[in-house]
């Protein structure tokens, strides 16, 4: 799911993640959605939702507002078939809400490890604790309710009380802003306050509101087979004859965006200290990316390092290390939203197991790797390497 605009918006409470919009008219629509066309739009859309639309996921005809949750919490910033051998696994693991309270974070961390924001896990734990020990087990039904769950925001909360409830509360996904970005012809960046109230406005006008489950359902899946960001396949959506960008060749520029993504990088050099069958390693910061996640001691620069230029820095010097020998094993890259990590290993055999003085982390047999959660970086190295 891409994350540069998710909204929720439930026509029982007006709210939108911006909190400018307080009616749904509230704004003026470009002249180019006539009544016509948006009487046309729904429509069309759920009878293809109910005759054409073969997009099978499991999450789909559940009912289950915990397993609706467990969905779109993995769905964040994660793609369907991506994310559905994750909530395969977890539903499985752990069946109600009250066996994911109960589980050790480690336990659930390894589940979690692959699917990159650490954050999110974070927030289900203390989401599903909070409604066993606060709730009685028992989650909200209401938006206002659903919304003041950690971790969960406005498009997340009109999605869970869409699909568990019925609640007329439409999302706007991605996928959803680029059907009706083409669709209704519409070129306000979408990154834009003005736009992201344009979309959200739009998308609850068209909601029918007694059956906004099929429409949101419908719209976003319409956006991921159909109406896709590259190669749309036009011939086959049901909008297509009264679709603006398709009628004016507008499909390859919509929808538009004002603001280009700014992408730093960072570089990571791992000492990978290891001692007969034991290796040193150290839990990352929660405030930091891959937070609570397992890591080698790691030394960041502002640039790549050889071994010869690393080992002449103070940070290396300073540990002292009893090492017999020391290589260069290879190095990874992994792009996440906003940033691209380089990361380096460096692998020590060490004489003894040192004692790294104030460095936060200790040694742990190779026996034990698989009981750990490690950022995808560190666990492909580890995995090639055979140290389990």
């Known amino acids: 799911m891409e994350s540069w605009l998710i909204i929720g918006f439930c026509s029982q409470c007006f709210h939108v ?51 609706i949750w467990l969905s779109e919490i993995i769905l964040q910033q994660t793609r369907a078939l991506q994310g559905l051998p994750y909530y395969v696994r977890f539903t499985e693991t752990y069946p109600t809400i009250q066996q994911l309270a109960a589980a050790a974070d480690e336990e659930v961390y390894r589940i979690w490890q692959g699917l990159g924001y650490y954050n999110r896990c974070r927030n289900m734990l203390a989401t599903a604790r909070h409604i066993v020990t606060e709730l009685s087990g028992i989650f909200p039904s209401t938006y206002e309710g659903i919304l003041s769950l950690k971790g969960i925001g406005p498009y997340t909360a009109a999605a869970i009380g869409s699909f568990a409830f019925g609640l007329p509360c439409a999302v706007v996904d991605g996928n959803v802003t680029r059907v009706l970005s083409r669709y209704f012809g519409i070129e306000t960046p979408i990154d834009t306050t003005e736009g992201k109230n344009i979309f959200a406005t739009l998308a609850q006008e068209l909601l029918p509101q007694d059956d906004s489950a099929a429409y949101n359902q419908a719209i976003m899946d319409l956006g991921a087979t159909v109406c896709t960001p590259k190669a749309p396949t036009c011939s086959e959506c049901p909008l297509q004859k009264n679709c603006e960008a ?82 260069y094993s290879g190095k990874s890259s992994q792009r996440l939203t906003h940033r691209i990590i380089e990361a380096s290993f460096f692998t020590l055999q060490l004489s003894a197991k040192a004692d790294l003085g104030k460095a936060s982390g200790s040694w742990v047999a190779l026996s034990e790797l698989n009981k750990m959660a490690f950022p995808k970086t560190v666990l492909s190295f580890l995995q090639n390497n055979l140290y389990f």
């Open 17 to 67: 993640e911006t909190g400018l919009l307080n009616s749904l008219h509230t704004l003026s629509l470009p002249t180019a959605m006539s009544h016509t066309h948006q009487h046309k739009f729904t429509p069309a859309l759920l009878v293809w939702h109910h005759t054409d639309n073969n997009r099978s996921l499991p999450w789909k005809s559940e009912k289950d507002p915990y397993k």
């Open 246 to 327: 398709r009628i004016s060749n507008l499909t390859s520029l919509l929808p538009i965006k004002s603001k280009k993504v700014l992408v730093t990088t960072r570089h990571f050099n791992y000492l990978v200290l290891r001692n007969d069958d034991f290796l040193w390693l150290q839990k990352r910061g929660e405030q930091d990316i891959w937070g609570n996640l397992f890591e080698p001691y790691l030394i960041e620069s502002d640039a790549a390092l050889t071994r010869a230029e690393l080992t002449k820095l103070p940070e290396f010097k300073g540990l002292q290390l009893p090492y017999t020998d020391m290589e």
